[in-house]
Nanobody
Framework: QVQLVESGGGLVEAGGSLRLSCAASGRPFSGAAMGWFRQAPGKEREFVAAVNWSGGNTYYEDSVKGRFSISRDIDKNTVYLQMNSLKPEDTAVYYC?????????????????WGQGTQVTVSS
């Protein structure tokens, strides 16, 4: 069983930055990928970014390309989401996720483990 614990959310002004962290505990993560999703009030949860765990390939939702950067530290069993140039529309609860098998990283139904979520609020 993999447990995911997020940290790093908070309140920031538009144009500011935050870095989210997600540590996988229980045992060294040996799955295919880890990712971040977010859910804004009244909206469905959506894909934000993912990283292939072994190869390091990254994937981004169009609205965050060039502003967000996902990375992983294999030794620390941790994935990060660096968020720059934040906008009010980035306000959401951000969830860390992990998937065991390869294939698409875009769909939440393909992920096996989820964190509890961390709130990110961007003020205008």
């Amino acid at each position: 069983q993999v447990q995911l614990v997020e940290s790093g959310g908070g309140l920031v002004e538009a144009g500011g930055s935050l870095r989210l962290s997600c540590a996988a505990s229980g045992r060294p993560f040996s799955g295919a990928a880890m990712g971040w999703f977010r859910q804004a009030p009244g909206k469905e949860r959506e894909f934000v970014a993912a990283v292939n765990w072994s190869g390091g390939n990254t994937y981004y939702e169009d609205s965050v390309k060039g502003r967000f950067s996902i990375s992983r530290d294999i030794d620390k069993n941790t994935v990060y989401l660096q968020m720059n140039s934040l906008k009010p529309e980035d306000t959401a609860v951000y969830y860390c996720s992990a998937k065991q098998r390869g294939g698409s990283v875009w769909f939440e139904d393909l992920y096996d483990y989820w964190g509890q979520g961390t709130q990110v609020t961007v003020s205008s």
